[in-house]
């Protein structure tokens, strides 16, 4: 076997995790937002925690984990936030353009080890700066390939035309290190540390940072929308736009057609119509009852009846978070309300940690997305606050919570000298056809705006409000695909995030 896919033992991780003392910021979440907080800090020379949310359903990530479940009688991790942490957040970004990528259509007989070959020496020849980094990477992509073809093609886990190397890659090398095995109950933790300190060697991670799941419990999202309508099982695209239509879409279900490639024109009434509809004004955590244990991957099962749980939060992370510094930070990153970074809140027991953090001077900042989303549509502040305090009254049997009992600072773009391409990008306007058909739930539709009456509001409530312009448009590789999108200027975000108490 190859020494560079050689699984380290858990004394060795153990140890090498407690060496990092005491931690600067824990940044939770999964989506390109938190990679690019961590990223941002890590190069500020902070020492960070990144909290890979296992919540979210995802897409090809769904199907590898519904079919690994049915193979081991346990949910196993959602790959997809814990690599983009890894990779977009900590790996060297020559490293994450490989593993942040898909496989080719048409791969005729190719094997996974071969084909995972072929990316690395693609890489190479984009990247001529990091020939040797990615020339050491080739050993332990090839390994892993072979790993995935035993581990995962071999027992019909997973197909490798148009799949996502990084969802490929996490769930080989959890099924390597032995985090996953038949017999077992659930996951074995030990062994998850092991791949996962594996996967941060293998990618030359950050020193100075590492990732941990927020929970090793699976957990079903139920979203209430203003529409009347209830979706179970998370926010994707299946369950937003279903049918048989171009693209296997619907129109007409809650998707406005400017978000759907070569939909027919609607009238803006009816557009307006739909995104107040798929608003979501209530969410919480359940747990599937019944769902067909004997079947291939489908959508059905999640319309299933449900109960409401709270997720056991990961030993881990409690050990993070008591090793917070006390002028260190918890810093909720930009991203999707409902299923990415704000998930971190449904954890069970975290409310004492956040404050007893707080008690020794740690402080909670909440960066809010610069442009809302399908379901998120017409989003003011308050509304990002509401989530929160909704998603931690769950968490305590249903307490009343207040936002300003949790949070310290709030981190809002203004918009309002943003250049036109991004104002029209904030718009959804000029977005691929292709990015949004990957992306149909996260199209922009409308930047999220502060009036000076409601920060008023907000610092009468206590909140510390930092309200700046701070956008920038920039290349991004979302699931293979580069696009342009409407980001935080690394800067701005860093300095958003560290200014003194007042500033």
């Not at 209430?224 to 998370?234: E, N, P, Q, S, T």
């Not at 996260?442 to 907000?458: D, H, N, S, Y």
């Not at 909140?463 to 312009?469: I, M």
């Amino acid at each position: 076997m190859s020494s560079a896919f050689a699984v380290p033992a858990i004394d060795e991780v153990r140890a090498h995790y407690q060496s990092f003392g005491e931690f600067d910021f824990v940044v939770p979440g999964g989506g390109h937002g938190a990679a690019a907080v961590t990223r941002a800090l890590l190069n500020q020379g902070y020492t960070v925690a990144a909290v890979a949310n296992p919540i979210d359903e995802g897409g090809h990530s769904a199907r590898i984990r519904w079919d690994l479940y049915r193979y081991l009688g346990y949910w196993p991790i959602i790959p997809g936030d814990t690599m983009n942490l890894l990779g977009g957040g900590l790996a060297d970004p020559a490293v994450y353009s490989v593993t942040n990528s898909r496989l080719p259509k048409d791969l005729g007989d190719k094997t996974a080890e071969s084909a995972f070959t072929d990316l690395v020496e693609a890489a190479v020849s984009a990247h001529p700066e990091a020939r040797s980094t990615l020339e050491g990477f080739k050993e332990f992509m090839a390994a892993a390939g072979a790993a995935v073809d035993r581990e995962l093609v071999a027992r019909g886990l997973a197909s490798l035309p148009r799949a996502s190397v990084q969802n490929l890659l996490h769930a080989a090398v959890m099924m390597h290190a032995g985090a996953y095995r038949k017999g077992l109950q659930a996951i074995d933790q030990d062994a998850y540390l092991c791949g996962s300190r594996l996967l941060e060697r293998a990618m030359k991670a950050s020193p100075r940072g590492i990732v941990i799941p927020m929970s090793f419990d699976k957990v079903t999202l139920v979203t209430k929308h203003a529409g009347g309508r209830k979706v179970v099982g998370g926010i994707n695209r299946v369950l937003l736009a279903k049918g048989n239509g171009p693209n296997g879409l619907e129109y007409g279900d809650m998707v406005p057609n400017f978000m759907l490639p070569d939909a027919p024109e609607e009238s803006p009434e009816a557009e307006a119509a739909k995104l107040a509809a798929a608003k979501v004004v209530d969410w919480y955590s359940a747990e599937v009852e019944h769902g067909p244990l004997d079947q291939p991957f489908n959508n059905d099962w999640v319309f299933k009846e449900v109960r409401p749980r709270a997720p056991r939060v990961n030993p881990f992370l409690v050990d993070v978070l008591r090793r917070l510094k006390p002028e260190g930070g918890i810093v909720i990153p930009p991203g999707n309300a409902h299923e990415s970074t704000y998930t971190f809140f449904l954890l069970a027991g975290l409310w004492d940690e956040l404050q007893a953090a707080r008690e020794r001077g740690a402080r909670v900042t909440l960066v809010c997305n610069p442009h809302n989303l399908l379901l998120t549509a017409g989003y003011r502040v308050a509304d990002y606050l509401r989530s929160i305090e909704q998603a931690v009254s769950f968490a305590r049997d249903g307490a009343a919570v207040r936002a300003e009992d949790l949070i310290d600072r709030v981190v809002v773009n203004d918009p309002s000298t943003a250049s036109e391409k991004a104002q029209q990008m904030m718009r959804g306007e000029g977005i691929p056809p292709e990015v949004k058909q990957e992306l149909l739930h996260r199209t922009p539709c409308g930047a999220v705006t502060l009036t000076p009456e409601e920060k008023a509001e907000l610092e009468t409530r206590g909140l510390e409000v930092w309200h700046r312009p701070m956008l920038e448009v920039r290349t991004v590789a979302i699931r293979g695909i580069e696009t342009e999108a409407v980001s935080y200027r690394a800067e701005s975000l860093t300095e958003a995030i560290l200014a003194p108490k007042g500033k």
